[in-house]
């Protein structure tokens, strides 16, 4: 048996855990949220204008205005839902699940919720495993998993959508195989949220041509000069370990603040440790290394620099900026003189017993007294207080039209398709 044919067989046959549909509930919210903040970027225009340009068939909504064919809506709205980088990531696979798949789904999807969700949960399941099964070494090589790991995923979600059979899937697979790219040399540019647009555009088109019947090779993923050999892969035979029985998709971590996900342990290990910022002397923060190469600027002239600094973010948190607000990361908060000073109080080390998800923090006041804080981003959270805020972050993101997208999401536990369509518009 190849690896697309034991996918396949996953991806005709699993049903979804009560758990991973509610996982996938927040995380369409999250991604409706995202998308529709990123509408009015620079390359979301862009995307848009060239969609509309090429024509054809009205088939998806897209971010911002207009019904494009199904595969242009999916290359668009990745594109644009990943634009301000501020949609989910999971740490395991190493990228971000929703916007590579969902824009995939949204565009074939039938007015039908629950359909919607069990496609969308088989989606992320797939793209979690092939991100593990490729393996860190396949980032370090600098693929990345977001687009590669993402468009089999992609396919995988629109397969089930349409009802394929094993035979098809595999072949829908295999195509992804030939397919499936992008480098993380486009990081900070607009190249970087295309790679999202680039996996469920991906998706579309490969389960496009297996539904008219086109062949392709199922040991692409896993044979001689398949996928994994050619692109880095590691072959991490437990990636598979539980298919179908454990949702490694449910260690999903949603982004609550606008910066890069390494600092969020740090933001939540200190957000409770109520302090006057004059009165601290010292603060220690302990964190994974691999984060020290990625988010430890020490002293950022941007709001985008401000985005990848501990010691400027931990100084935000302790004098009150909202780090939810992607406003509030902004060069005048890069250049902000109390935010600037304090900087040179805090301090990074590394520690690789941590897991990548966790951060330990030692506030020094100034009498002395130490004051202690720790998160993990993966420990378990009340759903209320996750969904409380998730739309906190909604309402930062996107105002007033929140709340309309909470009720698309929420309509009898499964969501309205169509509503969702039209809220894209707006």
Known sequence: MTLARDIATFVVSAKPSAAAREIMVQSLYDWMVCGMAGASEPVAGIMRAQ???????????????????????????????HALDYDDTHFAHIGHLSVGVLPAVMACAPNDGAALLEAACIGFEVATRVGLWLGRAHYQAGFHQTATAGAFGATAAVARLRGFDEGQVAHALGLAATKAAGLKSQFGTMGKPM????????????????????????????????????????????AWKGLGEEWKMQEVSHKLH?????????????????V????????????????????????????LGAKFSYAHVAGMVLHGWNTADIGNFSDACAQDPALVAFRDKVSVTADDALSETETHIVLEMADGTPLQGQ?????????????????????????DREAQIWQAVQTERAPAPDALSELMQV
């Open 51 to 81: 969609a509309l340009e090429d024509g054809g068939t009205s088939q998806a909504a897209m971010f911002g205005g207009g019904q494009v064919p199904a595969r242009a809506a999916a290359l668009v709205n990745g594109t644009i839902s």
């Open 195 to 238: 790679n999202a647009g680039l996996s469920a555009e991906s998706g579309v088109v490969c389960a496009d041509l297996a539904a008219r019947g086109f062949i392709s090779n199922p040991e692409a993923i896993d044979g001689a000069q398949g996928f994994g050999q050619t692109h880095a892969g590691e072959a991490v035979s437990s």
């Open 258 to 274: 606008a910066c890069c996900h390494g600092l969020h342990a740090m933001i939540e290990a200190l957000s409770p440790l109520k």
């Open 276 to 303: 006057n910022p004059a009165e601290v002397r010292a603060v220690r923060i302990t964190t994974h290394p691999r984060w020290l190469t990625v988010c430890n600027q020490p002293a950022p002239e941007t709001g």
């Open 375 to 399: 998160h993990d981003l993966m420990a378990d959270v009340d759903p209320g207080q996750k969904w409380q805020a998730l739309r906190r972050k909604g309402r930062a993101l996107v105002g």
